[in-house]
């Protein structure tokens, strides 16, 4: 008889969370701690991720919409204000940016009177998967691993138990990434950061070990529950084996794969949002019954993400499964319940070796490109074109009917439901009105800085940034002097320069076979019938990505699509403004303009791009509109002119690029096309 054994502690249980402005945000952060969670997990706005003050051009309507706005030290200090730092493991959600952010922490942990070596925490830093899927990068891979070599190195020495980088397969998952990809590609962007830093001379060669010690990953955990449980337990097995043999850390603890799981938001769909639950509950299950391969830390989305922003209380049911299995279960009380099974062993293995030979594959062209790691098959586009295949697939499946979603594809007939009875209150709506409140604090704070500080230390950061020497120090004085997220990120772009990351369309192969009486054959006929009554050699579709939504997959997914039905596609990659786009459609003369948006910026942002062409004299050209877009702003954009809306629910990518042909054909009063009888038919 197996007796339960000492009760395990439960993992950290975090909600990724932050909104409007540092004080709304505070106040949630007060609201979920005294909930029962036990670490905060901080969603910062995309212009602080992308190096932004909240009034540059690229920032309008984007300030707060996704996360938390932090321009300098004192939003900062109102984020944390009544929260001792200390005492708070805290998960910061930050790639390019996150040597600032970091050292704006500390400045407050210091201001309260912590003990900066106690601070605990996180911060993501992983701006490999920025350039592969979430686009959140600025600059160029070489300085961007610089900054995380020296955010590393001064963490090591300063602020012992902090994380300094959290290794994100996350995203990876999200953009495509099959079981094995998502292991190879996150285990080859964890070797090149540890070789950097060896390589760096910043830190002794026998203090590895603790570098080691602090590498955290942060992983996806999807709906297929087998596979997803044996990737954790192929993921920690393949770490002690890299982190023994070729950083030769023997002591056992500092090995150990410590990773933290947010499961899979890509899966939540808009058709059927209740189903949701169940989906995010196996999903979790999947990186928590396992205890050899239990995550350390979990945070989950809300059964509403695929409709807009959840509410507090949305976030609160999240919070409340994680309790319900850590606390009603007995689920900490056993060892690894699936030790000894062959059907796990078989499966874990054969992801092991798959990803083992990706890495090799990786990892040789960086040797031959001289020793660079994995920064070669990013700057190819190796690795971007793999995710958008891989993605491709995926989707094709799901048209088909081969992988089946339940209320999407398969027993979609449903009951009204009382959670979306009211859609308008279904979710979180950010009150516009923050941005200004957001914009006046921000000219308030530069008008009250000492700024002749403030300059020098920008100064002083790009004479630092121009040689070898660690650039902590000098961001940690340009935070004291007050100095905002975008004169910092500035400042190090006139050095470093950007960087514009390979979108992976173009080596994408095709997906879906265009058989004989089948849609995309259809769409085909009809995009080449199109093109000819127009006069057209083909028909042009712009797709565009305006503001700073780095999430590229759907817009990728549309272009190769289109490409593949005969559409001369124009597609530029992210972080483009109405300005920009609008002249790219009238450059290029295309047919259709599609811009994809899913940070809830669409309100300010697609109207611009209308107005602008209307003054352009572009007037025949028809602008559809996809993401994660409420039904009021949906029919509130149609009214100013958008041609058609799509969403999650309109998984059948084949059917809108039917759909885009059938809009240029009426923005051009061409008669509806009808497609030729064929045999079968007659």
């Not at 700073?548 to 289109?562: P, W």
Request: proline share 5%.
């Amino acid at each position: 008889m197996t007796e339960p054994q000492k009760r395990d502690r439960p993992w950290l249980m975090r909600t990724y969370a932050g909104h409007s402005t540092a004080s709304d945000s505070n106040a949630l952060y007060r609201r979920n701690l005294a909930k029962g969670q036990t670490g905060l997990s901080v969603a910062f706005d995309l212009p602080t991720q992308t190096g932004y003050d909240s009034d540059h051009i690229l920032a309008r309507g984007e300030v707060g919409r996704v996360g938390v706005p932090v321009g300098h030290v004192g939003d900062m200090r109102a984020l944390f204000d009544g929260i001792p730092l200390e005492q708070t493991n805290t998960s910061m959600t930050i790639n390019a940016t996150a040597m600032w952010l970091l050292a704006l922490y500390q400045v407050v942990a210091e201001e309260q009177g912590a003990d900066v070596a106690k601070l605990t925490g996180t911060t993501q830093n992983d701006i490999v998967k920025e350039y592969l899927s979430r686009g959140t990068h600025v600059f160029p891979p070489g300085p961007s691993v610089r900054l995380i070599t020296d955010m590393i190195a001064y963490t090591v020495g300063n602020i012992p138990k902090w994380n300094p980088i959290n290794i994100c397969s996350y995203h990876l998952q999200e953009a495509g990434a099959t079981p094995v990809q998502e292991i190879a590609y996150a285990m080859c962007t964890a070797i090149s950061v540890l070789d950097a830093v060896r390589d760096s001379g910043q830190v002794p060669a026998e203090r590895m070990g603790d570098v080691v010690a602090r590498i955290s990953f942060f992983v996806n955990a999807g709906v297929r529950f087998v596979e997803e449980m044996c990737k954790m337990r192929a993921f920690s097995r393949l770490w002690e084996k890299v982190t023994l043999e070729r950083y030769g850390v023997t002591d056992p603890k500092q090995r150990r794969f410590r990773y933290g799981v947010q499961v899979n938001s890509l899966g939540l769909t808009e058709a059927q949002p209740e189903n949701n639950v169940q989906r995010i509950v196996l999903e979790m299950l999947a990186v928590t019954l396992s205890k050899d391969a239990r995550a350390r830390a979990v945070q989950l989305p809300a059964w509403n993400e695929a409709l807009g922003l959840p509410r507090p209380w949305d976030q609160q049911w999240s919070l409340r499964i994680q309790q319900v299995l850590a606390y009603e279960s007995d689920l900490l009380e056993y060892g690894d319940v699936f030790n000894g099974s062959e059907v796990i062993e078989a499966k874990t293995a054969e992801l092991l070796a798959g990803a083992e030979a990706e890495i090799a594959k990786v990892l040789e062209m960086g040797v031959r490109a001289g020793n660079r790691g994995i920064i070669p098959a990013v700057e190819s586009g190796y690795l971007k074109s793999n995710l958008v295949a891989s993605h491709a697939a995926r989707r094709a499946r799901i048209e088909s009917g081969e992988d089946k979603i339940i209320g999407v594809n398969c027993f979609d007939t449903t009951e009204p439901s009382p959670l979306t009875a009211d859609l308008d209150t279904a979710i979180m709506v950010v009150d516009p009105a923050s941005e200004q409140s957001v914009l006046a604090a921000l000219e308030a704070w530069r008008g009250q800085r000492d700024e002749a500080a403030a300059q020098a230390s920008l100064a002083e950061l790009k004479a630092v940034a121009a040689t070898e020497a660690n650039l902590m120090p000098a961001t940690l004085a340009c935070a004291r002097a007050g100095v905002t997220t975008g004169e910092w990120s500035f400042a190090l772009r006139e050095v470093f320069g950007e960087y514009r990351a390979p979108t992976g369309v173009g080596g994408a192969p095709v997906a879906v076979a265009a058989e004989p009486g089948g849609e995309l054959e259809q769409v085909r006929a009809a995009v080449a019938a199109t093109a000819a009554e127009l006069g057209a050699g083909k028909l042009r579709l712009l797709v565009g990505k305006p503001g700073l939504d780095g999430h590229s997959n759907g817009a990728e997914q549309i272009a190769v699509r289109a490409r593949d039905a005969g559409f001369e596609v124009v597609y530029q990659g992210i972080r483009l403004t109405p300005e920009q786009i609008v002249s790219a459609a009238v450059a290029e003369d295309v047919h259709c303009v599609g811009l994809s948006i899913l940070s809830g910026a669409h309100c300010e942002l697609v109207p611009d791009v209308l107005k602008r062409l209307n003054r352009a004299g572009v007037q025949d050209v028809p602008v559809i509109v996809g993401g994660i877009i409420p039904a009021a702003d949906g029919e509130a954009l149609r009214a100013a002119g958008v041609a058609a809306v799509f969403t999650p629910k309109d998984f059948g990518i084949t059917t809108i690029i039917g759909r885009i042909v059938d809009e240029i054909r009426l923005a051009n009063k061409l008669q509806p096309w009808t497609p030729a009888p064929t045999a079968a038919t007659n």
